[in-house]
């Protein structure tokens, strides 16, 4: 699977807009990119993914670039419960080995204050 | 609906002993993966299952660490002759199908504590 380089932290505003990066360089035309959040002492939890096109559901945006080389996932109103960790994963869709597995990071610590 | 339940949710063990841990998948979810995640890391990889088989078990990191998923649902880890190096949340998730649009739904995990 691509390696993803997120920054480890980021601090945001409650009601603000939590802009998320994530560098996925060496990504491949079958991989999908996946965000999963850590909220302490709880199993991660899935936000979104996508493979080409931008994103929406009701929790995040996801903007991947032309390229895939980079995507951004959008929290559009930041609330306290959103302080977690944040995982920016890229999974092998179908035809390639150990495609169901997902390879965590040390994913993005966010913190939102009031 | 219900999510995915793991049992116990703590487990406390002595070094060397033996322990099985729980993993009760989403209904008609037909894969289940184990990952271990130690204290300020990311969740790694174990082992996963499609159906009954086990697919991959490339992140079992040694002959003491085992799975089974006999009848397609519940699965079991078992970890042999325990070490402390085996302290760690030990998190189950379930998908409707092992490919790689279908998200992955986790359970609380269960704490091992080897003393």
């Known amino acids: 699977d691509a390696k993803t380089t997120q920054p480890p932290s980021m601090d945001c505003a409650e009601g603000r807009a939590a802009n998320l990066p994530c560098n996925h360089s060496?990504?491949?035309?079958?991989?999908?990119v996946y965000w999963y959040r850590q909220i302490h002492s709880q199993g991660p939890q899935y936000i979104i993914h996508g493979l080409k096109n931008n994103e929406t559901n009701e929790m995040a945006s996801l903007i991947i670039t032309e390229d895939r080389k980079s995507s951004t996932l959008i929290l559009p109103h930041a609330t306290l419960r959103d302080t977690a960790v944040y995982y920016c994963i890229v999974r092998v869709g179908a035809g390639g080995t150990s495609y169901g597995k997902l390879t965590f990071g040390q994913g993005t610590i966010l913190t939102v204050h009031p | 609906g219900a999510g995915v339940s793991q049992t116990p949710s703590n487990k406390v063990t002595e070094k060397g002993k033996y322990v099985e841990l729980r993993c009760d998948p989403i209904?008609?979810?037909?894969?289940l993966y184990w990952y271990r995640q130690s204290l300020g890391q990311g969740p790694e990889f174990l082992i996963y299952f499609q159906g009954t088989g086990a697919a991959d078990d490339s992140g079992l990191p040694n002959d003491r660490f085992f799975a089974v998923r006999p009848e397609g649902s519940v699965s079991t880890l078992k970890i042999q002759r325990t070490e402390r190096g085996d302290s760690a949340v030990y998190l189950c998730?379930?998908?409707?199908?092992?490919?790689?649009?279908?998200?992955?739904?986790f359970g609380p995990g269960t704490r091992l504590t080897v003393l």
């Open positions: 060496t990504i491949s035309g079958n991989e999908y």
């Open positions: 209904s008609g979810h037909t894969a």
């Open positions: 998730a379930s998908s409707l199908w092992h490919g790689g649009g279908n998200e992955q739904f």
